[in-house]
């Protein structure tokens, strides 16, 4: 049996900017998908989805996931009616939205063929194949959630012919907060949405893509010089740029603001909008306790996890 794990992200700053080459900064996070894959005494392929997952995400999903398991088998050059396998998905990493949950089932079933089949795959070349997958959710993703799903850490990820993934050190790492509004989003619509509103209004996404370069550079210091409240003040700044492209919903910003109140030193959409998650910077455990907790009061499900955990 060949098996694989592709870890779950978070991104610190700048998505959606991130898919026109604003510079942008994602962490892995704990949790990971794990893929399995055997040999299938039948025809084709087939997948047992165990993972677990926010109420609703599979169903919405399914279609998409049998288009990107596509992708993935042809990239990796396994042609399945030859060779007929069984797909099993399980792991810790709850699917959601805005937490890279198909990005890290594209990495780990990528992985788990190059053990099964023997190939060999490079960090790289299972990058390559995972982005191919993830095309089937998002079109023309930018890279970001298969680059973290794959590698690990804390990374900067600049999007362009030849995209920069440059790892950035941190001394320790960090606790945070994720929280679920319950909600599926659709990614594909929502970077179709910016693009739309971009071409309307130039001016305004101009000065708003300008700023979030600048909040990137910013970021990536603070992290450096462990500088967490600047961090998460550059968070805070993250979100209404985010707000202003439209891309948050009222239930995102009750979550971040709900996170402020009981102490976050920053807080912010992550991941597509539009529903999904939302991360909360909360170093130590008291700290992250506190604002779970108040998360969950409101009947909210939360992740207790970390940034820039070594990989
Ligand atoms: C989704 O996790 C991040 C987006 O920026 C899309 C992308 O980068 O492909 C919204």
Known sequence: MGKGSGFGKVILLNEHFVVYGVPSIVSAIEQATVALVEPFDGRGWIIEDRRPATPGYKEEKLDQQRGSIERVLKAAKIDPSRNPIK??????????????????????????????????????????????????YHGTPSGIDNTAATYGGLIWFVRGTLNVIERIRIRKPVEIVM??????????AAVAGVRERRERYPEKYDKLFKAAEGLARDARRAVEDFDLRELGRLMDENHKLLQGIEVSCKELDFLVELARKHGALGAKLTGGGLGGNMVALTPGKELQERVA??????GFEVLRTRIGVKT
Do not use: H, P, Q
């Open 87 to 136: 797909i099993v998905l399980e792991g810790d990493l709850v699917a959601s939205s805005g937490i890279g949950a198909s990005a890290a089932s594209c990495v780990a079933i990528a992985r788990a063929l190059s053990d099964e089949f023997g190939l060999d795959l490079s960090d790289e070349r299972v990058n390559e194949i995972a982005y191919e997958g993830e095309r089937a």
């Open 179 to 188: 929280g679920n509004t319950g909600m599926v989003a659709d990614t594909a």
């Open 293 to 298: 907790k108040a998360i969950e009061k409101e």
